[in-house]
């Protein structure tokens, strides 16, 4: 077990700045860039594009470093609605290291905002971390030559408290580097994390840098609050970008101990809260340790929800409605049984529809996702899923293009099919997301307006409309909350439009 660094759950620091009793730590800046308006840059996300109303997700995967490094900050740019100019003022407050999460959608930009604050503070390290430069460590580093310093692969907690200490670039373990002759060095792969309560908790640095009501997610009560309990995914789904490039397929998790008391700091720290949501790629993974940690919940009285697979039995179901659980989110992908063969998902419809069954009787809401355009997609299959999704009805839905990511199983397949278009971006110049892949049976275009077609096919039905209708008449806060999501919802709709006449790339050329 590596030490943390940090502060046990529940126990927070007497000092104002505890890098003052180890002046050999550098001081770091955790940093998520100013992006595309309405987007996260993938910070925290799973779903790396603008999205249809205006949301953010928590930088969970830097305040979990940041708990590591005493006398860190964590700067949140594109919720705070922060500016290039508002972080360069910041990094001139004599940080040393700066650490900036990128993703694939958003290197471009990420590289631009690092160059900017090295002409500024030509002395500061700067390192990016992130499943883009896991996986793409010699082009990351290329690209960056002159701004950035080092990448940190795959799981970074510790790798970055080890730069942060000072330790020699050639020492640590999970980076990779440019030496000072020019020459890129990827050094041994770190362990992964297995004793996960040895992380320090995120609370903390929660409760120091970030606003907490200025995170909001349709599907989510507000303000609400995200962390995990646990890291990697025992699930194969060729599409899933975290499980394959930093998770891993392992399930390692905080005890249930330490989560409840987790949560009983996060109630004391944050009353205003009104939902908290478990971000782990799949908390029912372990459904015996899932039921206990809803017992040890229910006496809290806190609501909350959680990732979960289409496959969860009626009886633990039980256990955690009856112990505050309110929503389940869950990716239903496809309602084709083919595709979901195809990629691996290892839920089939039937049971699928069973456990929605189970959900509906025990009044569990689920908010589904579907993907558009996975492997063997057709005007059929996308019917089919249009029709799935009618048919398990779930309270609310998101549709998304399939992106295939760099480090992905999908992505191999589509580079050995040859469907990647050379010249396609995941995410367009104003952060919608794009379909830069090109098969033979199917146009671009129509994955592409499907996606439309199925939310209108969805959402203008009488039951969605009944249950929106219902929530906002019996609550004033959600009334304009969902008025606000409508108007933004159809903007987006719109942008879209256009965007896809206005890309280099044209959809459906």
């Known amino acids: 077990m590596e030490p943390t660094g940090g502060q046990p759950v529940g126990k927070t620091s007497a000092r104002s700045d505890p890098s003052a009793e180890n002046p050999t730590v550098k001081k770091t800046l955790f940093l998520n860039p100013p992006s595309y308006e309405g987007f996260d840059g993938g910070a925290g996300s799973r779903y790396q594009a603008r999205r249809e109303i205006r949301s953010f997700w928590y930088p969970t995967w830097l305040a979990q470093p940041a708990a590591c490094v005493p006398g860190s900050k964590l700067v949140d740019a594109p919720p705070d609605d922060l500016t290039v100019d508002d972080v360069l003022a910041i990094a001139e407050r004599g940080f040393e290291l700066c650490v900036i999460h990128t993703s694939t959608p958003s290197s471009e930009n990420d590289l631009n905002v690092a160059r900017a604050i090295k002409q500024r503070v030509p002395e500061m390290t700067i390192g990016m971390v992130g499943a883009h430069v896991a996986v793409l460590p010699d082009l990351a580093l290329r690209q960056g030559e002159g701004v950035l310093d080092f990448v940190a692969r795959k799981e970074f907690d510790f790798t970055i408290r080890d730069v942060a200490e ?3 670039f050639a020492e640590i373990a999970g980076i990779s580097y440019r030496t000072e002759e020019g020459r890129i060095v990827h050094n041994p792969e770190r362990p992964i994390i297995e004793d996960m309560d040895s992380l320090p908790t995120v609370l903390d640095v929660y409760k120091r840098d970030l606003t907490i009501e200025n995170y909001a997610i349709g599907y989510l009560k507000h303000p609400y609050l995200s962390l995990y309990t646990g890291r990697g995914c025992p699930a194969r789904c060729t599409f899933c970008l975290w499980p394959q490039t930093i998770g891993g397929h392992t399930y390692r998790t905080r005890s249930p101990e330490v989560v409840a008391e987790e949560m009983r700091l996060a109630r004391r720290y944050f009353p205003q809260v009104k939902e908290f949501f478990f971000d782990d790629d799949t908390f029912t993974a372990d459904r015996r340790r899932a039921e206990e940690i809803a017992r040890r919940l229910g006496p809290l009285g806190i609501e909350w929800s959680c990732n979960s697979r289409a496959n969860v039995p009626y009886e633990t179901l039980k256990i955690m409605k009856e112990n505050g659980l309110r929503l389940l989110l869950v990716g239903f992908e496809s309602g084709n049984e083919r595709i979901l063969r195809g990629i691996k998902k290892g839920v089939t419809l ?29 005007r059929e299959t996308i019917r089919e899923t249009m029709e799935f999704a009618r048919e398990i009805d779930p309270w609310s839905i998101q549709v998304s293009l399939a992106a295939a990511y760099p480090g992905t199983e999908f992505y191999e397949q589509a580079v050995e099919n040859g469907w990647l278009i050379p010249e396609g971006d995941l995410v367009t110049v104003d952060g919608i997301q794009d379909f830069p892949i090109r098969y033979p049976h199917l146009s671009r275009r129509e994955i592409y307006d499907a996606l439309e077609k199925f939310y209108m096919d ?27 999501e409508a108007r933004e919802f159809f903007t987006f709709l719109a942008q879209r439009k256009r965007t896809a006449s206005a ?5 459906g050329a």
């Open 350 to 378: 039937e049971r699928a529809r069973r456990f929605m069954k189970d959900c509906h009787r025990l009044g569990i809401k689920v908010h589904g996702t579907f993907i558009l355009g996975l492997p063997g997609e057709t």
């Open 166 to 168: 000072g330790m020699p």
């Open 458 to 484: 969805f959402y203008l039905r009488p039951k969605p409309i009944f249950r929106m209708i219902g929530e906002m008449l019996v609550d004033s806060h959600q009334r304009r909350r969902r008025l606000q």
């Open 503 to 507: 890309e280099r790339t044209p959809v």
